[in-house]
């Protein structure tokens, strides 16, 4: 379960208190709504489908998918459907690699969902082993899926544009830069980032 919007609020409240450039983009564009995903292969599937490609079309192959798979797209299903049925619902052959290899990883128990390390960069380099899944996706799963706390995806753009606009930096950080700038504000780096998407899309509206 993701974070909540108290779990969000109470985090922001934390370093604004810290960091006024923070709590003055709060006052702005006010606090996020919460992100949050299920746990489980279904939502690591859902981002592989999801990859560079539109929300509208990320959720057409996915009804396809699953009118072929079952609901959920269970991984037995995935490993015993051939290659041109897949293709068939819109899976390239690369997503197909990438998804063959969480459900394997499922199966084989060599990935378990329910019981992922708690230190957050073991969990990382876990499900990095998936192919497909980068230290991003890794990140995202973990901050909307599982609330954890203090997930700082520096390499996201849209969290380096928002953070450079609300401490009024000269130039976008870079993701080593951002990392050095939101060390501060540990253990609480969450819920900054759920906010920064939120200001960045009120930023370009």
């Known amino acids: 379960m993701g974070l909540s919007k108290e779990m969000i609020k109470a985090g922001l409240d934390h370093v604004s208190a810290v960091e006024p450039r923070l709590a003055a983009a709060v006052a702005q564009s006010g606090y996020?709504?919460?992100?949050?995903?299920?746990?489980?292969?279904?939502?690591?599937?859902?981002?592989?489908?999801?990859?560079?490609?539109?929300?509208?079309?990320?959720?057409?192959?996915?009804?396809?998918?699953?009118?072929?798979?079952?609901?959920?797209?269970?991984?037995?299903?995935?490993?015993?459907?051939?290659?041109?049925?897949?293709?068939?619902?819109?899976?390239?052959?690369?997503?197909?690699?990438?998804?063959?290899?969480?459900?394997?990883?499922?199966?084989?128990?060599?990935?378990?969902?329910?019981?992922?390390?708690?230190?957050?960069?073991?969990?990382?380099?876990?499900?990095?082993?998936?192919?497909g899944i980068g230290r991003w996706s890794a990140e995202i799963y973990l901050l909307f899926a599982e609330g954890r706390a203090d997930i700082w995806p520096a390499g996201d753009l849209a969290v380096q544009i928002g953070v450079g606009n609300f401490l009024d930096l000269p130039e976008r950080p870079s993701e080593k830069e951002l990392r050095d700038i939101a060390e501060p504000w540990s253990p609480h780096r969450g819920a900054v980032a759920i906010f920064t998407w939120h200001h960045y899309h009120v930023m370009v509206m």
């Open 32 to 131: 996020p709504e919460p992100r949050i995903r299920p746990e489980g292969y279904e939502t690591l599937l859902r981002t592989i489908v999801g990859q560079q490609v539109s929300v509208a079309s990320a959720a057409a192959v996915w009804n396809k998918l699953e009118a072929r798979l079952g609901q959920g797209c269970p991984p037995e299903s995935l490993i015993e459907t051939e290659f041109d049925e897949l293709r068939a619902c819109g899976l390239s052959r690369q997503k197909q690699g990438y998804a063959r290899s969480l459900a394997e990883l499922i199966l084989s128990g060599g990935l378990d969902l329910a019981n992922l390390p708690q230190d957050d960069e073991k969990a990382i380099a876990l499900l990095t082993t998936i192919k």
